[in-house]
């Protein structure tokens, strides 16, 4: 009986225990939600602060500056791919989706202080006028460039179709600088900038962004390829950072079927959670032969054509771990020019993983934030048993989420000399390049570029004229990737981008692993037969 009083005993003893540590709780709780600043309070803080720095501050400040700065901050704590778009920027931003604008048609850079032609794009009327890779455009309407800034000079450059600009050109080899006098017009720039058929009737496709018209551009150049008796595909995204949407759902539409599911998104807005389908009949057979060549650098529509084409079983994806950004930005215009880029939503492929990687930095270039997942990247490729698993729609094969795209085949990166990068740094790649096409203009095809043993010993004097510093040794270890990379430059020199990537088409390993794998494929069961069979 005395046991039981002091159960019941210590059972109330427990049960007001707790009811005193949920009261307090509560009231804890309550005191720190009425201590907590609430939105209201907050801008009228941020006013006050504005206005005791335009007050007081030692120095004075715009502003409309300041408080642009406060939106970004703001801004820039969400996410890597939120953004606040100033009127530039969203002039930038416009002419990358529309690809599309008024200009000269040039690529540009800075060389040495001054502003440079990298190359002129074909057709246009930088092109017709005869502007030259290497050129220097040492004035802009009388005005000197040297010391400007690029985005300044894109946007002197760029202008209203019809309406023209003089720029002054100091051209190697010629004594006197030269005065161009041309109309812009509207320029488009190419989401693919190449395509071909290569050896055994496969047809290549280089997509290298997903612009407003980046569909339209691959039907085109797959309509081209078939009518030549292509048969087998590759579509090349290395390095494709991504782009629309609607695009990315219409390019996996060419090679999957109608109904097919291609991604699906989910978000906090009502609107939000949406999963879209192949709307219309694919523009490849089914049964031709397809692979997807992907990379670090590819990423956002990228992989939601990669990966819908692996979740289906239509494609092999081959190269290595892609970016892994798994989610949908949508623009919001703000007034006066001002836009916001906001993440609204993550993205899931057909077999429903998500291939998104958190990032750990906001507001950095898409650059550094490969450069700074490398070391995850090469992880991905060989540790996926720590990573979801999942299965492809019709052959149930294991695909991985959480953190890009895995490739069926691996073709591991093999980072280029250190000498290679030293001589980037010093524009040597380039600026030989330019000597070389000035000393033999009349070279009339790709096949007469050879980068013979005396050449190479020609670019190694130069290395050492620009003051890069090397042994004899680390030129010999580099000598197969300087040559790699001097050989596209030269071929750019005379034959623009299409120069470049036919001159790289011929040594790129990953290509070469794409085209060993539909040697023999006849159909897309062969191509997931060879992997049955364990050749990669």
Known sequence: ?????????????????????????????MRAQEDRATKRDMLEIFTRTLIQIERNYVEEEDPVELIQSGIEGMVQSLDPFSDFLTPDESEEWKVRTQGKFGGL???????????????????????????????????????????????????????????QVTITIKRPGVEEPLDFTITRAIIEIKSVPYYTKLDGGVGYVRLTQFSSHASREVKAAIDSLLAQGCNRFILDLRSNP??????????????????????????????????????????VDPEIPVVVLVDPGSASASEIVSGALQDWDRALIIGDTTFGK???QRIYPLGKGYQLKLTVARYYTPSGR??????????????????????????????????PVYYTKKLHRVVYGGGGIVPDIVVERKPPHSLVSK??????????AVQYYNEHPDIQSIDEIQITDDLMAQFK??????????????????????????????????????????????????VKKALEVLESAKSVEDLFAYMEQGKP
């Open 354 to 387: 998500s291939i998104h990687r958190e990032r750990k930095r906001a507001k950095v270039s898409f650059q550094e934030l490969i450069e700074e997942n490398q070391d995850t990247l090469q992880a991905d490729t060989t540790e996926n048993e720590v990573r």
């Open 461 to 510: 004097d130069y290395l050492k004229e620009k003051g890069v510093e090397f042994t004899d040794e680390e030129f010999q270890e580099a000598k197969d990737d300087l040559r790699y990379y001097l050989s596209m430059d030269i071929a750019e020199k005379y034959f623009g981008t299409k120069g470049r990537y036919a001159m790289s088409l011929r040594t790129d390993p990953v």
């Open 423 to 432: 001589a980037f740094s010093k524009s040597a790649f380039f600026d030989f």
């Open 242 to 283: 991504g782009g629309l949407l609607r695009e990315a759902i219409r390019v996996s539409n060419l090679f999957l079927p109608k109904g097919k599911a291609i991604v699906f998104t989910r978000g906090r807005a009502w609107n939000s959670d949406t999963v879209f389908v192949a709307p219309m009949e694919p523009e």
């Open 326 to 328: 798994g989610s949908v």
């Open 105 to 163: 048609g040039i690529q540009i850079g800075i060389r040495d202080g001054w502003l440079t032609v990298i190359a002129p794009i074909e057709g246009t009327p930088a092109y017709r006028a005869g502007l030259r890779a290497g050129d220097r455009i040492i004035k802009i309407e009388g005005k000197s460039t040297r010391g400007i800034k690029l985005q300044d000079a894109v946007k002197v450059l760029r202008g209203k179709p019809g309406t």
């Open 1 to 29: 009986m005395m046991r039981k009083q002091r159960a019941e005993q210590l059972s109330r003893i427990l049960f007001f225990g707790a009811l005193i540590a949920t009261v307090v709780g509560a009231t804890v709780q």
